[in-house]
């Protein structure tokens, strides 16, 4: 029996997701999702038509990354694996012809991407590719984040810390806000193997026991098991993708800083985060339009991991 892949069906990309959305004021970038409903499967692009100034930050134990730049015209985050690094190929295709195809030294289209492994829930090979990364970034427009089980969180899980079947659906989130004219969003793509913990310290998504209906604890749930003699498996098909945009104008330095602040302040919506078989990767990217911003570094970072918890929150839907 062939398997369903990319290669042996005809997979058409879908833009229109529908469901819930995050609307935020902030144009001068843009934002995309395609699908292929057959994975399901799917990619989130993030494309600044000016280019802006990036910081990669990445802790996770098993991450896919392309790219890394210092400056970039798109972020392409998608599931699939490390296949999926190919829909940021097709993001820099589509700038590309966007481009008249000029292969100017200053022309070359910038894309950075990270993936996260979705094929936990699904049992088949399709993954998103160089053609759903055209389509998402075709798709792309200003303020609109489709929230939950859309783009590259399609088919993304969380909570599989004791048992993969503990696991619950997640997604993407997002989060915004403004402080005078400083902007700052926070987007995530949430697949972890920890759960979910809201600002009270309870779990609210995966470490899910079906037969009970409740939600286990960390650290009780593994003393448990060590007392028990039973050892933590590590379980495949984790990673959660974060993307911070600020339009104040930060040097490089800071713009690391913000990147490094904010990816540490997860571990509080998170648990466990930044494990081994987490792929954990976060950009910070300033458009820097605001020379004379309402915050300074380090509150801006402050702002920024109250938005990301609130993102990690939004990224799933009961």
């Not at 997979?11 to 995050?22: F, H, I, N, S």
């Not at 015209?73 to 190929?89: D, F, P, Q, T």
């Not at 954990?280 to 300033?286: E, G, I, N, P, S």
């Amino acid at each position: 029996m062939t398997r369903l892949a990319n290669d042996t069906t005809e997979l058409v990309p879908r833009t229109d997701v529908g469901g819930p959305q995050l609307r935020f004021d902030f144009p001068t970038f843009q934002i995309g999702v395609a699908e292929y409903d057959e994975g399901p499967t799917g990619c989130t692009v993030l494309h600044f038509p000016d280019g802006a100034a990036c910081a990669t930050d990445v802790r996770g134990g098993s991450p896919g990354t392309i790219g890394g730049y210092e400056w970039v015209n798109a972020i392409c985050l998608a599931g699939g694996s490390l296949y999926g690094l190919e829909a940021a190929a097709g993001v820099a295709a589509e700038l590309f012809a966007q481009r008249g195809h000029s292969t100017g030294w200053m022309e070359i289209a910038l894309v950075s991407g990270a993936i996260i492994f979705d094929y936990g829930p699904r049992d088949n090979a399709v993954y998103p590719d160089k053609a759903l990364g055209r389509a998402a970034l075709r798709a792309a427009r200003p303020g609109v984040f489709p929230l939950g089980p859309r783009g590259a969180g399609r088919s993304a899980t969380v909570g599989k810390t004791f048992e993969y079947e503990q696991g619950e659906p997640a997604g993407q989130g997002g989060a915004y806000r403004e402080l005078g004219p400083t902007k700052v969003c926070v987007f995530t793509v949430v697949n972890a193997v920890g759960a979910i913990v809201d600002r009270e310290g309870e779990v609210v998504r995966g470490h899910l026991d079906r037969a009970t209906g409740l939600r286990g604890a960390l650290v009780p749930g593994v003393e448990e098991r060590l007392a028990a003699g039973v050892p933590l498996r590590q379980l495949p098909g984790n990673t959660t993708l974060t993307v911070v945009v600020t339009n104040q104008q930060l040097d490089r330095r800071a713009l690391r800083q913000l990147g490094r602040q904010v990816h540490a302040s997860m571990a509080r919506a998170i648990h466990p985060f930044h494990a081994l078989v987490d792929g954990d990767v976060l950009y910070a990217v300033t458009t820097a339009e605001v020379e004379e911003p309402a915050l300074d570094p380090i509150g801006l970072g402050v702002i920024a991991s109250e938005l990301a918890w609130d993102a990690v929150l939004r990224s799933f839907r009961d």
